[in-house]
C-alpha cells in the first residue's frame, strides 16, 4: 500500500503542474487585474466546506496548512489533493457574461515522523490572473476625431512550495509549528492599442514579471479537555513578502487584417531585478472539536493593505479583515449503516477587501458547504464541496460577480515508522 502511495504522489504532481499551466489558459475575473490576482485559497476541501476555517481546527487524520501548529496533532500518514470546478457570472450595468474553469488546487503531504514532530511538504496555488477588458475611446487629432481601441489582458499565476513542521509540548496541549514557503512562477500582462482608422501606428506591449522568494508561516495552538470535547485557541502570522522579481517587456506592430491582427515583434527589452513586498497577515481562531463526531471553528484575518501600492487610478488599497466559520458533524462514526459515518460540512465567510475602486470596496461573501464519504475499512475519504458567493457590485461601471464553486478531493491516511514485532 504504500508503494501505491509513492506511486500516486508522483503521479499527482505530475498532473499538478500540467493542469495547473492549462488552467492559466481558462481562468477569467477582472478583478485578478489588481497586485499578484485574485488570492487562491489551498486550504483542503474539507476546510473549505467549513468556511476555510482552520486555525483553531486540528485532525489526527487531516492536514490543517491555515495552522502549522495544528501538524502536531497528526497520527496517521495522510496524502490529500483535490480539483475544482468554478462558475461566474459578471454583471455591470450593461453587461452580462459567463466564464467557467477547471483547476487542480494542489497537494499536500504529512507524516509523524516520530512523537517529537511532524513534518508537511505540499505544492499548492497561492494566486490566478486572467482578464481581458476592452475599451473604446475617441481621440481629437487635427481636428479629427479618431477612435482608439485598447485592449487590456493577462495571465499567469504564483504557486508555492510547503515545507511544514509541527512540534507538541506538554502533553500536547501546546503545540508550536513553522512553514516555510517558496514562492515561484510568472504574470504576463498585454496592453494593445489599436486605431479603427487607417495610417495609424498599432502597437502590443507585453510585460512579463518573474517572481520568486522565501516566506514563512508560525502558528501557536493550546487545546484542554471539556468533558468529551477539546477546546482549541489558536494564533497564525504570515510573514510579509519580499519576492524578487525581474521583467521583460516585450513590443509588437499590430498588422490589422480583415478578421484579426498580425502581431510582429520589433524590439525586447529586460529591466533590472528589483523587489515586490506583500504585507504579511495574522490570524486568531477558536474551536471545539470530538474526533469523528463534531468540530465547530471560527476565524478573524487581519491584513494591512495600506502598504500595497499602485499607479492604477480611482484605486487604493486599506486594511482588510475577514471572519469564517464552519461546523463538521458525523451522526454515529461507530455504528452500522454508511450514511451515519459520513461527514457533514457547513461554514460560511465574510471578507472585507483591501481592494477598493472609486470608493467603493469589493467585499466578498459566501456559504460553503460538503461532505466527507468514508471508505469503507478505513479512515480515507472522498471529499465534495459547493460554494455558492458573490464578489463586488454592479455600480459605477464595477463589476459583481456570483459564483458557484464545487471540488472533489481525497484524503489517504496509513500508518508508517511503526516498528513490528513478533511474539
Given at each position: ?52 476555517t482552520g486555525i483553531a481546527i486540528s485532525s489526527p487524520i487531516n492536514i490543517v496548512t491555515d495552522n502549522p501548529a ?7 500518514t495522510t496524502f490529500e489533493f483535490s480539483s475544482s470546478y468554478k462558475k461566474s457570472r459578471f454583471i455591470t450595468d ?92 510568472n504574470i504576463s500582462r498585454y496592453k494593445e492599442t489599436v486605431f479603427l482608422q487607417q495610417g495609424f501606428i498599432n ?221
Open positions: 500500500m504504500k508503494i501505491y502511495t509513492g506511486l500516486l504522489i508522483i503521479l499527482s504532481l505530475s498532473f499538478y503542474q500540467f493542469a495547473y499551466s492549462q488552467a492559466d489558459e481558462l481562468y477569467y475575473s477582472p478583478y485578478s487585474y489588481y497586485g499578484l490576482g485574485d488570492k487562491i485559497s489551498s486550504n483542503a476541501l474539507r476546510n473549505r466546506a467549513l468556511g476555510s495544528s501538524y502536531a496533532n497528526l497520527k496517521q450593461s453587461i452580462r457574461i459567463k466564464r467557467s474553469n477547471i483547476a487542480f488546487d494542489g497537494l499536500t503531504f504529512g507524516f509523524p515522523a516520530n512523537k517529537h514532530f511532524t513534518l508537511v511538504l505540499g505544492l499548492n496555488p497561492v494566486s490566478k490572473s486572467g482578464y481581458k477588458v476592452r475599451q473604446i475611446s475617441d481621440l481629437v487629432h487635427e481636428n479629427d476625431t479618431l477612435k482608439l481601441l485598447t485592449i487590456r489582458s493577462g495571465d499567469g499565476g504564483i504557486q508555492k512550495t510547503i515545507l511544514g513542521l509541527g512540534i507538541p509540548f506538554l502533553k500536547h496541549k501546546l503545540n508550536l509549528g513553522v512553514n516555510a514557503f517558496y514562492y515561484f512562477g502597437t502590443l506591449v507585453k510585460n512579463k514579471t518573474n517572481y520568486k522568494g522565501w516566506g514563512y508561516h508560525f502558528g501557536v495552538m493550546y487545546s484542554d479537555s471539556m468533558g468529551k470535547f477539546q477546546f482549541r485557541i489558536g494564533a497564525s502570522y504570515q510573514t510579509s513578502l519580499k519576492l524578487k522579481i525581474q521583467q521583460t517587456y516585450e513590443y509588437y506592430d499590430v498588422k490589422p487584417n480583415i478578421t484579426s491582427f498580425t502581431y510582429i515583434p520589433f524590439d525586447t527589452l529586460e529591466k533590472e531585478k528589483k523587489q515586490f513586498k506583500y504585507p504579511g497577515e495574522i490570524g486568531i481562531g477558536i474551536g471545539l472539536d470530538q474526533f469523528n463526531k463534531l468540530t465547530l471553528g471560527f476565524d478573524f484575518r487581519y491584513f494591512d493593505g495600506t502598504k500595497l501600492s499602485t499607479n492604477e487610478p480611482n484605486t487604493v488599497f486599506k486594511k482588510s479583515f475577514k471572519f469564517q466559520y464552519g461546523l463538521e458533524w458525523v451522526p454515529n462514526f461507530s455504528e452500522e449503516g454508511y450514511w451515519k459515518k459520513v461527514a457533514y460540512r457547513f461554514g460560511g465567510y465574510y471578507h472585507q477587501s483591501e481592494l477598493q475602486l472609486f470608493n467603493q470596496s469589493i467585499n466578498q461573501t459566501a456559504v460553503t458547504f460538503g461532505m466527507g464519504l468514508p471508505f469503507r475499512r478505513t479512515l480515507s475519504r472522498l471529499n465534495v464541496f459547493f460554494e455558492l458567493g458573490q464578489r463586488g457590485v454592479a455600480t459605477q461601471n464595477l463589476v459583481k460577480e456570483i459564483y458557484f464553486s464545487t471540488g472533489l478531493g481525497v484524503t489517504f491516511n496509513e500508518t508508517w515508522f511503526i516498528k513490528r514485532k513478533l511474539e
